[in-house]
């Protein structure tokens, strides 16, 4: 388990940008599997990005293009940059990691308590 705090959320315009940021707290190791899921209300939580120890990438077809999931190992910093944002982006948006997976990253076990986004019309 690895303790997990996402900051930036706010309200936007359609079209704004945003920045995601999360701080995960490494007790032997910052390099593995990430991730940025959301929830709508009513709706199942989705997975909008993931980076492997590696730095590869991976997108939901709905943000690619938009969004850019990066880190800063020295920072112990997971990024989530949101551009083109659209009303229906709206959610909870929520950190993931899983100290025990470097590649592959389709399974987690650590959340963060999640941060709200609200695009307005």
């Known amino acids: 388990q690895v303790e997990l705090v996402e900051s930036g959320g706010g309200s936007v315009q359609a079209g704004g940008p945003l920045r995601l940021s999360c701080a995960a707290a490494?007790?032997?190791?910052?390099?593995?599997?990430m991730g940025w899921f959301r929830q709508a209300p009513g709706k199942e939580r989705e997975g909008d990005a993931s980076?492997?120890?590696?730095?590869?990438?991976s997108y939901a077809d709905s943000v690619k293009g938009r969004f850019t999931i990066s880190r800063d190992n020295a920072k112990n910093t997971l990024y989530l940059q949101m551009n083109s944002l659209k009303p229906e982006d709206t959610a909870m948006y929520y950190c993931?990691?899983?100290?025990?997976?470097?590649?592959?990253?389709?399974?987690?076990?650590?959340w963060g308590r999640g941060t709200q986004v609200t695009v307005s019309s």
């Open positions: 980076i492997d120890s590696a730095g590869s990438t």
């Open positions: 993931a990691a899983n100290p025990y997976r470097w590649y592959a990253c389709d399974a987690y076990n650590s």
């Open positions: 490494a007790y032997t190791h910052s390099r593995y599997c």
